[in-house]
């Protein structure tokens, strides 16, 4: 039961670029939804966050975009660097039931190439 | 700045051997949680844990599954009698609120043999 779908795998793009990493989800009560960032040997690391209540939220070179009505979420890097390279988790919550414990996906691994 | 420190970084056991994984929680957040990571799969949710008490589990959490605060700092996972499937990493998180961000350690290896 993947609630939280991260269909691409893998994603390579070019420093200066931008990359856009995408994240579909299936229940509708989740009202928070969060990217994490993991990077070999490490334990994933919040990056960004947005609420239900907004679509889009920004954070320096960081920038995610939430549509509620097509239950879709993107993360934007603007300008990518190579130390950007890891793996992105999407993750949501505020399920069914009020759980606000995070569910998370399978996550993309971006490498973006000097 | 703080952290959540998780020990040991990896374990080995053999298939019906109990394991403890430890970790510490970053000293001010009051919710604790374990999630694992089966390679190439998604990172599960295991059990979230707050004022000394279960507060949520999954369906992996069974009965072979047990969580402990032993002393206000420490907060373990133990599984009872290990199966080849528990194999993963196991991560510790630890947040100040139901709905901040979690803070996770390194993780903890599990290979079961």
């Known amino acids: 039961d993947q609630q939280v779908k991260q269909n691409s795998p893998s994603l390579s793009v070019q420093e200066g670029r931008i990359s856009i990493l995408n994240c579909d989800y299936t229940?509708?009560?989740?009202?928070?939804f969060l990217w994490y960032k993991k990077y070999p040997a490490e334990g994933p690391t919040f990056l960004i966050s947005?609420?239900?209540?907004?679509d889009k939220n920004e954070d320096g070179r960081f920038t995610v975009f939430l549509n509620k009505s097509a239950k879709h979420l993107s993360l934007h890097i603007v300008p990518s660097q190579p130390g950007d390279s890891a793996v992105y988790f999407c993750?949501?919550?505020?399920?069914?039931?009020?759980?606000?414990?995070?569910?998370f996906g399978r996550g993309t691994s971006l490498i973006v190439h000097p | 700045e703080p952290e959540v420190t998780q020990t040991p970084s990896h374990q080995v056991t053999q298939m019906g051997q109990e394991v403890i994984l430890r970790c510490v929680p970053i000293?001010?957040?009051?919710?604790f949680y374990w999630y694992r990571q089966i390679l190439g799969q998604k990172v599960e949710f295991l059990v979230s844990?707050?004022?000394?008490?279960?507060?949520?589990k999954s369906e992996i959490f069974d009965d072979q599954f047990s969580v402990e605060r032993p002393d206000g700092s420490n907060f373990t996972l133990k599984i009872r009698s290990t199966k080849l499937e528990d194999s993963a990493m196991y991560f510790c998180?630890?947040?100040?609120?139901?709905?901040?961000?979690?803070?996770f350690g390194s993780g903890t290896q599990l290979s079961v043999l």
């Open positions: 993750a949501a919550s505020g399920g069914s039931g009020g759980s606000y414990i995070p569910t």
């Open positions: 998180a630890s947040s100040t609120g139901q709905v901040e961000k979690l803070f």
């Open positions: 844990f707050y004022n000394n008490e279960i507060s949520e």
């Open positions: 947005i609420s239900s209540i907004k």
């Open positions: 229940n509708s009560m989740f009202d928070y």
């Open positions: 000293s001010n957040h009051l919710y």
